[in-house]
């Protein structure tokens, strides 16, 4: 599979190395395959922003988050990305681009 992934946390763009692109691809791909009305992910953009505040388009579509996703995903990506090289300080924003 030929996939394009692309990070910024707080504003500032994160090098992936194979590993972790597929590590952030697979572990997202997991979470939003479990949504309802979900299906197969093309492409993907999730923001996270400086407010806590989720939006997630899956292949030009908006996904309604209730609290509960909205946490699980803000937390689990804010984990995710926290110990990468590059991220300083606390997780206060991300933009994550998935292309297939």
Avoid at 30 to 46: N, P, R, W
Avoid at 63 to 85: C, D, H, Q, R, W
């Amino acid at each position: 599979m030929t996939r394009k992934i692309s990070l910024s946390v707080n504003d500032t763009p994160i090098k992936l190395d194979y590993f972790v692109a597929g590590y952030l691809d697979h572990v997202t791909s997991g979470i939003i395959a479990s949504l309802k009305d979900t299906g197969e992910i093309k492409d993907l953009e999730l923001d996270i922003d400086d407010d806590g505040i989720v939006t997630l388009a899956l292949n030009g579509a908006d996904i309604p988050l209730n609290y509960f996703a909205t946490e699980i995903v803000k937390s689990t990506v804010a984990g995710m990305v926290a110990p990468l090289k590059g991220v300083e300080g606390p997780v206060n924003s991300v933009a994550l681009k998935i292309d297939r």
